[in-house]
């Protein structure tokens, strides 16, 4: 409600916003992916593999939800608690992600193989790297909205 309503005829989406989706989508397949090869090579299992990389990609999501919050700044300059459904969104979303995991059935339903601990802590430290590397392209990113700003500005 503190920012100034969009210029008519501007795009929903601006540039920088889709470089930001580009940037995580890459960041997050690439990462499932070599989290794939990486156990496929170790330890010669598929199932094991693709159990790995689907913990991933729904992990990453939990985690750096907290990040794409706000696109125009930093996490740390925002309180992560302040939104209670979120929150409860997101813990209702980990529960979801680890119970195929953890039930026999759900676990035979989805072929899913169960994670060692771990594994679950490279699952979790990849999420924390996917976080890490959308708060480095929001600084960088930050320029080119900046950058929109002025030319939308000398527009008017």
């Known amino acids: 409600m503190t920012r100034h309503p969009a210029t008519p005829g501007t795009n929903i989406v601006a540039f920088w916003m889709k470089l930001l989706i580009l940037i995580v989508s890459i960041a997050g397949g690439i990462t499932a992916l070599a989290l794939f090869s990486y156990y496929l090579g170790s330890t010669g299992s598929e199932k094991v593999s693709r159990s790995i990389a689907f913990a991933t990609l729904g992990i ?16 740390w300059k ?21 119970l195929p995991f953890t ?20 699952v979790f430290s990849a999420s924390v790297t996917m976080f890490i590397i ?23």
């Not at 985690?63 to 919050?69: A, E, K, L, N, T």
């Open 60 to 75: 990453n999501s939990l985690v750096y939800v907290f990040s794409i919050r706000t696109l125009t700044q930093p996490f």
């Open 78 to 98: 925002q309180n992560p608690f302040e939104n209670k459904w979120l929150n409860l969104a997101v813990l209702a979303g980990l529960f979801f992600q680890i």
């Open 103 to 122: 039930t026999a059935g759900l676990r035979n339903f989805f072929g899913l193989e169960s994670l060692t601990a771990t594994q679950w802590i490279v």
């Open 134 to 156: 959308i708060e480095i392209s929001k600084h960088f990113v930050k320029g080119t909205l900046i950058t929109n700003r002025k030319s939308l500005v000398t527009k008017i």
